[in-house]
């Protein structure tokens, strides 16, 4: 936990019922001050419900909520010009320029930032004068950013920021918001990938079934769920006979060559012999020692530590290999 007063967020004990839904059951979540946060989580897991109560654009049936120190629920237009919110997917078509929108949309600000140094900070000042239907995607994102930066907001909330997009546009968002750490913005990013999670945030908050089951850094979320390393080589090079006893029992029948995630960050399991270890070193060990004996070479040994969507998909339960959910100790 966090100690101290400077927190942009301070949530305890935050349900949100719909009807029978328990959308949201018992989240605490803090954030500090200048933090960029990930919050992350499958589908229907509760992070539009709890962002959209920390942006005061949902009610909660219970707990206690503070943004910049006030309860969005009774936010007054001086708070909310102190927010900035990137909604998913937001998309301007019209005639208007890039500059022309920035422009009137500062309007809305009693002390915009200069709509020249806005469109720079988002890498959009080449493009000023370009009409908004003629942006690309990656550009539209930047706008996006722009129009949530041009009100000079301590907080930033960015809704699922690369969804759909080219790995090329990708990278120019995250450079996008990666700026964003430079002017000391908070920032509470909710994606539903853990390497842009990882990229970007200090922290990532993994949210599953409307409670949180991880908060930490990826390394700490990664040592909490300890994920096995999976060795493989071809069984051409060492067959079955020629392994000694030990390594034979912890051979990965079956289970370990279908259990690739599909995530594009995931690296396939190859076909063949796989043991999965937390012993890398005692394993390949004894895997070049059988080889030496067996007289052949081990050019085929592959050593493939978890990736992290192995570690978010354990964490969410949605792997096959379960994690408790004690949360991980910041
Ligand atoms: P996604 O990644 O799909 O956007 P999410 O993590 O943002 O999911 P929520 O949209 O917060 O999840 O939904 C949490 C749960 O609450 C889901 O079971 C959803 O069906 C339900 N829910 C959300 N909004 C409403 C609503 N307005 N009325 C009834 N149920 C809702």
Known sequence: MIAGADLAIEVTQLHKRYGEVEAVTGVDLSVASGEVVAFL????????????????????????????????????????????????????????????IVTMWSAYYRSPRPVAEVLEL?????????????????????????????????????????????PAARREAWETIGGLRSLGVTVMLTTHY??????????????????????????ELARHVAMPTRISWDAAQLGHDELPEGLRELLDTGASSGSASPSETSV????????????????????????????TRLDSLAVRPPTLEDTYLALTGEGSAGADSTGVAP
């Open 194 to 219: 853990m390497d842009e999670a990882d990229h970007l945030a200090d922290r990532i908050v993994v949210i599953s079934r409307g409670q949180i089951v991880a908060d930490g850094t990826a390394a």
């Open 41 to 100: 989580g499958p589908n229907g897991a509760g992070k539009t419900t709890t962002v959209e109560i920390l942006e005061g654009l949902r009610t909660r049936t219970s707990g206690d909520v503070r943004v910049l120190g006030v309860d969005p629920a009774a936010a007054t237009a001086a708070w909310k010009e102190r927010i900035g919110v990137v909604l998913q997917g937001a998309r301007h078509e019209g005639d208007f320029t890039a500059a022309e």
């Open 122 to 166: 988002v890498g959009l000042g080449d493009a000023a004068g370009t009409r908004t239907r003629r942006l690309s995607g990656g550009q539209q994102q930047r706008l996006a950013v722009a129009l949530a930066l041009v009100g000079d907001p301590e907080l930033v909330f960015l809704d699922e920021p690369t969804t759909g997009f080219d």
């Open 268 to 295: 396939p399991v190859p076909a063949g012999p796989v043991i999965a270890t937390q012993d890398v070193d005692g394993v390949v060990r004894q895997l070049l020692a059988a080889a030496d004996s067996a007289g």
